[in-house]
């Protein structure tokens, strides 16, 4: 949930806008797991939401919950400004400085993460990384992926 709400504030962030007016969430729910796994996540996914809402200087006012294949976490942000209080993301030009404000290889590192279990995939891997690296690279990206790109 924390990384769902980082995710959807970050479009925001990019965009050169700090303040959110408004967040929805969207939370989809498998019906692959049974009750007691539903009723235990699912308040920690809307608890991570909310607090990385809330570290942002806003709050989740709404959303939908529906049951799915799969478990889905994500938002919606709004605000309301005028034209020249932000900044559209394709008016840059060659020499323009690009600030990347999260390492580069999250989704390897998650990707390798899962790849522990999967012996075929894991041995395509093994002879450039440990397991004790992996393991470190998907703590460093979850981290990451649930810091607010705010400041």
Known sequence: GRI????VLSDLYAMGITECDNMLMLLSLSQKMNEKDRERVTPLMI????DAAEEGGTSVTGGQTVINPWIIVGGVASVVCQPNEFIMPDGAV????????????????????????????WNRI????????????????????ATLNRT
């Open 4 to 7: 769902a709400c980082a995710n």
């Open 94 to 121: 060659p020499g323009d400085v690009l600030v990347l404000t999260k390492p580069l290889g999250t989704r390897v590192a998650v990707n390798a993460h899962q790849w522990l279990d999967q012996p075929e995939k």
């Open 47 to 50: 608890k991570g939401f909310r």
């Open 126 to 145: 093994k002879l450039v990384v440990t397991k004790e690296e992996v393991k470190e690279a998907y703590y460093e990206a979850m981290f990451s992926m």
